[in-house]
């Protein structure tokens, strides 16, 4: 799956690049906004993560120019604006989703796959994880084919844990995505504690390997072995 | 009162007063002129008696009795005035008269009365009075006229000038632009306001332009560091050192508190700058049924029960950013500072909106609870800034808020008046020491 990456910062386009590579993307950059026009023209990419504040232009207008040639491509906007005008300005112009500075890259990942996921396949696409299937367009969840049945809260958890196999998930990241953005971290402990205590007997209970590792102190992640 | 209507005023007190002045003295001095006039008339008259005299004629026969009269008693010589009666129109008549004595040769001394009526010159006097009167009445009554009729035209640019004031927004960037009126005061008044609403404009824009700067340059730093740690996190060789995860997991979320710290803060200065003006209309009780979704997984862990008493009502004009910051703020301020086992109760009403939990009881001034950086446990998580937010947001659209403990049970409430703030309705419930504590 390619990426377009849109972004001017040295530093925060380095570190994106590499967590994207580690997710499995094969990543194109653009430090401004002629490198991304010329690079959006020439290829095709299966999602385009758009700074917005870019030093010789304003992404709203590559947002623009995509839409206006009906390209299949998906936008994920992230911005350091994070005023609701911006918000419903990038999201009117067409953009799959809108994502604030500074974000979690568990997050950013979970909602590029939500994208991609919309754009290729239809929402006729599942997620496999070992013996555990979803179907995210009817919220199904099979374990060895049998099916599971999850509060909305487990299922949200469910998937964003499978967008992010392998990569450890902080606290405050899954609080965030559960709970929406101004959820303090503090308060939120003891509620992902509960909901990923749930999650795991649910699945025991259906005879799945327990995935779900603890990380003392940090969080919690997904992992095969 | 109006500035006109107060000049008006003295102008109007002025010209009562001269012309009450006036007319007293234009009666004292036209009775005085009209009586020695008479008096000159009599004293005429009796020199020609006196040479009539002396020049051994008689002293004629009276045939008006009333004009003329002798007496061969002694009389008080001299002016005086009298009243004599009309016998025919059977009036009392004022005369002037003037007596004095003839000696006659051979003859005892005779008096003589001269009169004259004064009752043609009252007439004079009235139609004299009259005429003054009605001249300055008629110029009292021009002033007035004119002054109405003056303050219309030339305090129309003036008047034009408030209008535009009035309606002045800043939201609009736009400064004033007035026009210059032929009145040096007013033009000069105009400049300075065309003046000082383009200096506002300015100001305006570069604290606009200052507040979103501010927040994108921060929150990208803030976004390499978070992302940079969240990266430095996958590192395998974490899994291994069980001290350096926790380290960095701390580091992690104080980078998240940073940026959630700024962005509240920059959500107070947008409200301050009145930043927030598109409205639409919103269904309030649907939106608190959204948030109470959003939060429920708060409530659960901490075991609180949601009472939720909504009044269904007309959408409400607020900015969707708004109203949603009020009630998260609101609610997590219930959730936060409760009880275990307790409740948070939501009640929305067509006046107002309410939000009460138990909670301990707290000391300190609940004015005070409404401050930046006011919290109840100073080594709490959070900056300190929701109820500031809540009372930002109040004061933003005009509505009241008030903090209320009632002993009974122990409940806080956080109420927002969509009206004017009112005092406390029952003396139990009046707003003591004690509050939910900042957030």
């Known amino acids: ?225 | 009162m109006k500035l006109l209507t107060a000049t008006n005023r003295y102008y109007v007190l002025l010209s009562a007063g001269l012309f009450a002045l006036g007319s007293a003295v234009l009666y004292v001095g036209v009775n005085h002129a009209v009586r020695s006039e008479v008096s000159e008339q009599l004293e005429n008259h009796r020199r020609e008696l006196e040479a009539r005299v002396a020049s051994g004629r008689p002293l004629p026969e009276p045939v008006y009795r009333a004009q003329y009269s002798l007496n061969t008693r002694p009389r008080p010589t001299g002016y005086s005035d009298t009243t004599l009666l009309d016998p025919y129109e059977h009036e009392l008549v004022p005369h002037r008269q003037l007596t004095f004595r003839v000696l006659r040769a051979g003859q005892p001394p005779v008096w003589v009365t001269l009169r004259k009526s004064l009752v043609e010159t009252d007439e004079l006097l009235g139609a004299i009075l009259s005429t003054m009167l009605g001249v300055m009445g008629l110029l009292l009554l021009g002033i007035i006229v004119v002054n109405r009729y003056l303050s219309k035209v030339l305090w129309a640019p003036f008047q034009r000038t408030l209008a535009q004031l009035r309606g002045y927004d800043l939201q609009q960037h736009r400064a004033l632009d007035l026009p210059a009126p032929a009145i040096e005061e007013f033009a000069e008044l105009n400049q300075a306001l065309t003046h000082l609403s383009r200096r506002l404009v300015a100001d305006y824009e570069s604290l606009r332009e200052f507040t979103a700067n501010a927040a994108h340059e921060t929150q990208t730093p803030l976004a390499i560091m978070q992302a940079q740690l969240e990266q430095l996190l996958q590192l395998p060789a974490l899994a291994e050192d069980a001290a350096a995860a926790p380290l960095l997991a701390d580091l992690y979320g104080a980078t998240r508190r940073l940026s959630r710290l700024h962005q509240a803060l920059g959500l107070l200065s947008r409200i301050e700058n009145g930043q927030y003006t598109q409205a639409v209309p919103l269904d309030l009780a649907a939106l608190i049924r959204e948030k109470a979704e959003q939060l429920a997984p708060l409530l659960d862990a901490r075991g609180l029960a949601l009472h939720l008493h909504l009044a269904a009502l007309p959408p409400r004009p607020l900015h969707p950013g708004l109203a949603d910051s009020l009630l998260h703020n609101l609610l997590h301020n219930a959730i936060r500072h409760n009880l275990p086992g307790g409740d948070v109760a939501v009640r929305l009403t067509a006046d107002a909106l309410e939000v009460s939990n138990p909670g301990p009881v707290v000391s300190g001034d609940p004015a005070r609870f409404f401050e930046r950086f006011r919290k109840h446990n100073a080594a709490s998580e959070s900056p300190g800034l929701g109820l500031s937010i809540v009372q930002h947001i109040c004061a933003y659209y005009g509505f009241g808020l008030a903090y209320e403990f009632a002993p009974a049970g122990a409940r806080h409430t956080l109420r927002v008046a969509f009206g004017p703030a009112r005092t406390p309705a029952s003396p139990l419930t009046r707003a003591a020491v004690a509050r939910p504590a900042g957030l």
């Open chain 1, 1 to 225: 799956m390619k990426i377009l990456l849109v972004e001017d910062e040295p530093a925060l386009r380095s570190t994106l690049i590499e967590a994207l590579r580690q997710g499995g993307y094969v990543v194109e950059v653009a430090a401004d906004f002629a490198q991304a026009y010329e690079k959006v023209k020439l290829y095709r990419y299966d999602c385009v993560l758009l700074d917005l504040t870019l030093p010789d232009g304003n992404g709203l207008d590559l947002l623009r120019a995509l839409k206006a040639e009906s390209s299949t491509t998906g936008v994920l906007v992230i911005s350091a604006r994070n005023g609701l005008d911006d918000r419903v300005a990038g999201l009117d112009l067409g953009a799959d989703d809108y994502l604030a500075k500074p974000f979690h890259l568990s997050e950013l990942n979970a909602r590029l796959r939500a994208i991609i996921r919309r754009r290729r396949f239809q929402g006729q696409n599942h997620l496999v994880f070992r013996d555990l299937v979803v179907w995210p367009e009817q919220a199904e969840v099979q374990v060895n084919g049998e099916a599971l049945t999850l509060t909305r809260k487990e299922y949200d958890l469910l998937l964003y844990l499978l967008a992010n196999p392998g990569r450890v998930l902080t606290k405050e990241a899954i609080a965030e995505h559960l709970c929406g953005d101004s959820v303090d971290a503090a308060d939120s402990f003891d509620f992902i504690y509960t909901h990923l205590k749930n999650l795991r007997k649910k699945l025991q209970e259906k005879g799945a390997e327990n995935y779900i590792r603890t990380m003392y102190g940090v969080g919690y992640k997904l992992s095969a072995e």
